[in-house]
T-cell receptor, first 115, second 110 residues
């Protein structure tokens, strides 16, 4: 199983809502990542978890709150988002942190629209 | 910030070879060159990576210049399914993380 799954595929939320994105992998990977991708732009790294601990936070606003409950699961909790946060949110995983010797496996993404 | 330069777009005919260039003049002697691609409506997927010598796998070949300041991703026979944005990455950002630049949008004509 070399798949990273993400749910939901699409999400529409208001600026006062609280919602969560979910990512799952069963490849035994110990590093998991969240990326944000705006339309026609490349993905941008948001967070990195290594062995279930937050390793990198790329100065992401606190309205995005990541969580790694176990080695297979990664969540992104959303609260009080702005319309400019509308984007494709991609999850990825790799055997260990960083890509010097690892490839990253990406999920299909959750397309988020904030009204 | 991305430290590579790629053409914005390229076009190819189906079943012909495609050579996708990338300049990475700031690369150090120990930085690998990574290629990922993103098919429409999908997340990126790994294509290939290499350090010095040319590399081959089932998807593509990677030809690295002797001075390592440029590389070329070679698709030997383009198919319609190869239409995607191809990202060349190198060097990595802090923590050995992927930093995606603009990439090259490859269009494949039947």
């Amino acid at each position: 199983d070399t798949e990273v799954t993400q749910t939901p595929k699409h999400l529409v939320m208001g600026m006062t809502n609280k919602k969560s994105l979910k990512c799952e992998q069963h490849m035994g990977h110990r590093a998991m990542y969240w990326y944000k991708q705006k339309a026609k732009k490349p993905p941008e790294l948001m967070f990195v978890y290594s062995y279930e601990k937050l390793s990198i936070n790329e100065s992401v606003p606190s309205r995005f709150s990541p969580e790694c409950p176990n080695s297979s699961l990664l969540n992104l909790h959303l609260h009080a988002l702005q319309p400019e946060d509308s984007a494709l949110y991609l999850c990825a995983s790799s055997l260990t942190e960083g890509v010097t010797y690892n490839e990253q496996f990406f999920g299909p993404g959750t397309r988020l629209t904030v009204l | 910030d991305a430290k590579t330069t790629q053409p914005n777009s390229m076009e190819s005919n189906e079943e012909e070879p495609v050579h996708l260039p990338c300049n990475h003049s700031t690369i150090s002697g120990t930085d690998y060159i990574h290629w990922y691609r993103q098919l429409p409506s999908q997340g990126p997927e790994y294509v290939i990576h290499g350090l010095t010598s040319n590399v081959n796998n089932r998807m593509a070949s990677l030809a690295i210049a002797e001075d390592r300041k440029s590389s070329t991703l070679i698709l030997h026979r383009a198919t319609l399914r190869d239409a995607a944005v191809y990202y060349c990455i190198g060097p990595l950002s802090a923590g050995n993380m992927l930093t995606f630049g603009g990439g090259t949008r490859l269009m494949v004509k039947p």
